[in-house]
């Protein structure tokens, strides 16, 4: 029923043509929605709604997070914690974003239950290595909180998830970034929201939203993007697929649409075969 060749190791965004076709519309301004002059309040309104309502990831209590700020997609909001705490000063896990072994080779990772007191931790949610929450998630939140470790969400991948529900009341978490990348095949226009309890005015996001330093045609193609593309648009249309590849190749079902993993522990790319 399946070619197995086409679960090919690691993880990728799944594209399709529905999802090229919008792309393209909205470039051309062929797009019957097509955001001309629309505000940055508007997208921020827009997102927010959709990050509420979708049926895929939940943020419980996300109302306690009342600065809404834009970033140039979830890249941009680590950039922000990067420049903030400085490259080693921010506590990063192994297996997290590929980005943070590349600007630093030769990285010693932070190790659950052997975190730094009161040195910030960001952290993938969900984590792509493991197609879901860290396995550990839990204990790392209590870790924090014994230690007073602020806690950064990288939400990159909720957008592509399902089953996904944190709350985000617990008092360590100081910030979650969401994009419109994965779950939309968005890389063409990188743009999201970071959600902060408290807002700091010497923090690089917040002085880039401050100014609206995102350019205009991003966030006018970003209402674009919510406006087209129906609402958890990748589950709805990849889901039964989803399933009927995690039952043909005996593989773990996860909560990242785009991945499982096989009986030998091989993270395998799903974006292919879920298209046939």
């Known amino acids: 029923m399946f070619d197995k060749s086409l679960l090919t190791p690691g993880i990728k965004v799944l594209r399709d043509d529905f999802l ?20 940055y309040i508007e997208f921020k309104e827009y997102f927010d709604y959709y990050v509420q309502n979708n049926k895929g990831f939940k943020l419980t209590n996300l ?3 009342p600065h809404k700020e834009i970033i140039i997609g979830c890249h941009q909001y680590l950039e922000g914690l990067l420049i903030k705490y400085g490259q080693h000063n921010l506590q990063i896990l192994e297996h997290d974003y590929t980005y943070y072994s590349r600007l630093r ?3 010693t990772w932070s190790v659950p239950g052997k975190l730094i007191p009161n040195q910030p931790l960001v952290i993938a949610t969900p984590f792509p290595a493991y197609v879901g929450l860290h396995p550990q998630f839990a204990d790392i939140l209590g ?3 014994e230690k007073n470790i602020p806690i950064h969400l990288d ?7 399902k089953g996904i529900d944190v709350d985000v009341s617990h008092p ?6 969401i994009s419109l990348t994965k779950g939309y095949d968005a890389s063409w226009n990188r743009i999201g929201l970071r959600y902060t309890k408290i807002k700091d005015e010497t923090d690089p996001i ?3 939203d401050n100014a609206n330093m995102c350019p205009q045609s991003t966030v006018m193609n970003g209402i674009a993007i919510l406006e087209n593309i129906p609402m958890d648009y990748m589950w709805n249309t990849y889901g039964e697929q989803y399933a009927k590849v995690i039952d043909y190749f005996d593989l773990e079902q996860g909560n990242i649409l785009f991945g499982a993993y096989n ?4 993270l395998c790319n799903l974006s292919e075969v879920l298209k046939l």
């Open 263 to 266: 009986k030998d522990k091989i």
């Open 105 to 107: 080779p030769h990285r």
């Open 172 to 177: 360590s978490i100081a910030s979650v970034g």
């Open 143 to 145: 870790e924090a909180y």
């Open 20 to 39: 090229f076709g919008v792309r393209e519309k909205i470039l051309y301004g062929e797009s019957p929605h097509y955001a001309v002059g629309r505000s």
């Open 155 to 161: 939400g990159a991948w909720c957008s592509c998830s």
């Open 63 to 65: 109302d306690q997070f």
């Open 206 to 208: 917040t002085i880039y």
